[in-house]
């Protein structure tokens, strides 16, 4: 079973920096793709951004830019780096991946559909005030 534990969250203010760390166990050594995603207080999850294995990454358009993906594929482990945070930006942020050798799928489709991932971490709050 895969599981996985983020870290990193914490409470900044407007234009500050935060990085977001994901720890995956379970996995050996199959293809995957993991991602980021969040929910603020009173609206639905949504989407930061998704990474296949191969480096691939899609991100939300309003967040291009600001937030950027990337992974340590040996380690397991995948990072969201957040610049220039706004109160906007103030949600809990879940990590997420698809099971070993699955069907490719774009990392975009995932990014926008709502059961696109099989794995979820229980999330880590990130509060901007202004």
């Known amino acids: 079973q895969v599981q996985l534990v983020e870290s990193g969250g914490g409470s900044v203010q407007t234009g500050e920096s935060l990085r977001l760390t994901c720890v995956a166990s379970g996995y050996t050594g199959g293809s995957h793709s993991m991602g980021w995603f969040r929910q603020a207080p009173g609206k639905e999850r949504e989407g930061v951004a998704v990474i296949d294995d191969t480096g691939i990454a899609s991100y939300a358009d309003s967040l291009k830019g600001r937030f950027t993906i990337s992974q340590d594929n040996s380690k397991n482990i995948l990072y969201l780096q957040m610049n220039s945070l706004a109160p906007e930006d103030t949600a809990m942020y879940y990590c997420?991946?698809?099971?070993?050798?699955?069907?490719?799928?774009?990392?975009?489709?995932?990014?926008?559909?709502?059961?696109?991932?099989?794995?979820w971490g229980k999330g880590t709050l990130v509060t901007v005030s202004s």
């Open positions: 997420a991946a698809t099971k070993e050798n699955g069907d490719y799928v774009p990392p975009h489709w995932r990014l926008e559909a709502k059961n696109g991932m099989d794995y």
